[in-house]
């Protein structure tokens, strides 16, 4: 995703929410596929380890500083160790967040990216998403 302008609509301050707006993937997807926004599915029938590492870059239109944190959700379950996260502050320009993890990920599931903000329950924008997954 690059040059979204879709905010994330934070339903409450410290929840993580679904990433919304429009990515593509890469023509070499390596076994997943992408059949909606921010959702790889890995099509293999057995468990593999993998390492995904990425970022994303997010703004808000908060008068203060923010912190907003990444992680990631298998099959709509957060995943323990996969968090990270940045103090934004205030204006439109993107702060990049970086992120990587292992993860065991069984055939026919999916992986997510996921946002929250800790200090409001205000809204953020997730203006780009690259995601490495090997």
Known sequence: MYGNTTP???????TYTKI??????????????MPINNRLVYG????KPFTY???ISV???QSSAQTIAVAAYINGTYQVGSVSS??????????????????AFPGSNYIELWVA???????VTVSSISLNIF
């Not at 103090?87 to 439109?92: D, E, F, I, N, Y």
Request: aromatic share 8%; no cysteine.
């Open 8 to 14: 994330t609509v934070i339903g409450a301050i410290s």
């Open 20 to 33: 919304l707006g429009t990515t593509t993937a890469s023509p070499v997807m390596n076994g997943f596929t």
């Open 44 to 47: 293999a029938t057995v468990t």
């Open 53 to 55: 590492a990425g970022n």
């Open 59 to 61: 703004f808000h239109t």
């Open 86 to 103: 940045v103090s934004v502050p205030v204006g439109t320009v993107p702060i990049t967040i970086s992120f990587t993890s292992n993860f």
């Open 117 to 123: 903000n800790f200090t409001s329950g205000s809204n």
